[in-house]
């Protein structure tokens, strides 16, 4: 698959880059460093991870069920609590590479991290005294005892390794792709945005071998396998990442944008009783020039900016850059560069959209915890004999990702550029909205399904644990519209988040993204915790027998408040302004930020 890469240019070139080393610390030379030869190790190890973690996760709700025998809410909280703590780690790997180790160090460091969780987590399906023993009859009764302390102790400590571990590595290992391409070439930019291209791709490549292969091998051949073939992947990833050594480019390091973002609100605070400027002219900024001056040479963290124009939203911050004393040198937490300032804002700027998004992630979670427990109890035979793994109807959701994309390069981006006059069709903010519009329908066709399910069931009087008459593919449309949603929705989060972030806090920016999968998965954990208290035991929503349940209102109630959201998100999405250069809903110009081009990933 790496061989039908873009080829690189090998045209002789003998320049450096000045932003850029080798790893012996020299410049990196243009020619023998980065591009695509350096990009393709980096997509295997994504790739790696992809197929590991989601190869841990997408089956883990039957693992807890069947063999760790805890109930069906507990299940599905246990899993989105994992997914959504490899996401918010996302904000600690940032914070790490941004400020201590560099963005290859880290990955290096946290891809052996998840590689000894994932090898806790096999020996801890291998060995008999770490799970319970068989059961006999149903989950809470005496023949089938719940696993005890100390043995979901040793699964939780496999987990939450092998999450710190994916946190640390998904922090930094789009940014560090983008490392290896320089901007200010025309030629290594284009190429920069077929490396995203590429890079969503592997992910879904990685998604579709975890939901079929590793889904297969751990329910056939058995978790020990399953979960050792996800051990081996990280670990080979490990490898091809690090056989890439002599090939990277290292950028220098930029300083935690965290402890910017503090220093502009105390310095703000400190200075809140004292007044504003008229003209804004007048507040403290960066001189360029003598930066440059200052650090020309250095190879420590770099600080270059280019200036920001003023802004009038949140003037409260203005405060940070009024300069009581010129003469002296003030702390960096009393006074702060007005284009300090303007990066801040543009973050604040940004809040709204983040906190609206994060409603997607809790409908995404459903895609592996609830949905996956309702194939179960699902006629899933296939011919005479075969029998399609529960975990295996994700294939279903990636195979629509993989379509969607084509689809909407193809389609959808010809036909918007002509109605609106954008050369890249949908603005990232309307790809949100189609997602997030997309995640709503397909709570609701999957609340329709479950109704349906339910009816067959009591209509055929079926028992406890037994098989509901009625075919898995009733599952696949809600399968198929939650996919289609994260094409829009991942591919339109990546492309704001990172064209819109400040250049100095892309790694932040990233782990602002991917916080709102993690946060999706925590108000998943947290509405089916508040529905198992509010339903009880009696008339459980999210019962063990799904067939005495009713997932049905669960799903209504996810589906209503998909609407909500996305009502609040359109309210968002009209206020935002995008920087300045850059295609706005109606392809006009327009923002209130000046920066350099970077590509748009479709």
């Known amino acids: 698959m790496v061989g039908l890469l873009p080829e690189t240019n090998g045209a002789a070139e003998t320049d450096v880059l000045l932003d850029a080393w080798d790893f012996r ?76 180790l ?104 990685g998604s579709l071998l975890a939901v079929t292969v590793l889904v297969y091998v751990q329910d056939n051949l058995g978790r020990p396998w399953g979960y050792g073939a996800c051990a081996a992947s990280i670990a080979a990833g490990l490898v091809v990442f ?21 220093a502009v609100i105390v310095a703000a605070w400190r200075k809140r009783r004292l007044e504003l400027p008229t003209d804004p ?11 440059a001056a200052a650090e ?48 801040v804002k ?25 949905s996956v427990s309702q194939a179960t109890t699902m006629d899933r035979r296939v011919g005479a004999s075969f029998q399609i793994p529960a975990g295996s109807l994700t294939v279903f959701f990636v195979g629509s990702i993989l379509l969607t994309v084509p689809v909407y390069d193809r389609l959808i981006v010809p036909v918007a550029r002509r109605l609106s006059g954008n050369p890249h069709g949908l603005t ?32 055929a009087a079926v028992p406890a644990g037994a098989v509901v008459p009625m075919s898995v593919f009733w599952l696949i449309p809600q399968f198929f519209l939650v996919g289609a949603g994260e094409a829009f929705t991942y591919i339109g989060q990546l492309d704001f988040f990172l064209r819109e972030c400040p250049k100095g806090m892309k790694t932040m920016s990233t782990g602002l993204f991917l916080s709102t999968l993690s946060l999706g998965f925590f108000v998943s954990s947290a509405l089916v915790a508040a529905v ?36 609040v998100y359109l309210v968002a999405a009209r206020w935002y302004k995008y920087k300045a250069g850059r295609a706005g809903a109606d392809g006009s110009v327009n923002g209130v930020e000046m920066a350099d081009a970077e590509p748009v990933f479709h």
């Not at 109630?557 to 959201?565: H, I, Q, R």
């Open 296 to 343: 020309e040479g250095s190879t420590k963290k770099s600080k270059l900016k280019q200036r920001l124009p003023h802004t009038d939203q949140f003037r409260f911050l203005d405060h940070a850059a009024i300069n009581e004393d010129p003469a002296a040198e003030a702390s960096k937490w009393r006074l702060a560069t007005l284009t300090d300032v303007e990066e």
């Open 428 to 459: 990232p903010l309307q790809r949100i909205g189609v997602g997030l519009a997309l995640s709503a329908v397909a709570m609701a066709g999957a609340a329709l399904t479950e109704v349906r399910r339910l009816r067959v069931a009591r209509d």
């Open 532 to 567: 198992h208290r509010v339903t009880g035991d009696r008339h459980a929503w999210i019962a063990d027998d799904l067939n005495k349940g009713r997932l049905d209102l669960f799903y209504w109630l996810l589906a209503a408040l998909c609407l909500a959201n996305l009502l």
């Open 102 to 205: 560099g963005r290859y160090l880290t990955i290096a460091i946290f891809t052996a991290v998840q590689a000894s969780g994932v090898t806790i987590l096999t020996i801890s399906t291998a060995a008999p005294g770490l799970r319970p023993p068989a059961c006999t009859g149903n989950i809470g009764s005496a023949e089938c005892a719940r696993a005890t302390g100390a043995q979901l102790g040793v699964l939780y400590l496999a987990l939450y390794l092998t999450a710190l571990g994916t946190g640390g590595l998904k922090s930094s290992v789009s940014g560090f792709g983008s490392d290896q391409f320089d901007e200010t070439d025309a030629g290594e930019r284009n190429q920069m945005m077929r490396f995203f291209n590429w890079f969503f791709f592997f992910i879904s490549l």
């Open 25 to 100: 610390g020299r410049p990196a030379a243009r020619s023998s460093t980065g591009r695509w030869g350096a990009a393709a190790m980096i997509l295997v190890a994504e790739l790696n991870e992809r197929l590991t973690t989601l190869g841990i996760a997408v089956n883990l709700v039957t693992y807890l069920t069947g063999t760790m025998h805890v109930g069906n809410a507990e299940a599905a909280n246990v899993v989105t609590n994992f997914m959504g703590a490899s996401f918010m780690l996302c904000l600690l790997g940032g914070f790490v590479a941004d400020s201590f």
């Open 346 to 370: 543009t973050v604040a700027r940004m809040l709204p959209i983040w906190a609206t998004t994060i409603m997607f992630w809790t409908v995404y979670a459903q895609m592996t915890t609830f």
């Open 242 to 262: 690090l056989a890439g050594t002599r090939r990277y480019r290292f950028k220098k390091l930029a300083g935690s944008p965290l402890t910017q973002i503090a």
């Open 281 to 291: 002219a007048m507040l403290y900024d960066i001189d360029v020039g003598k930066v």
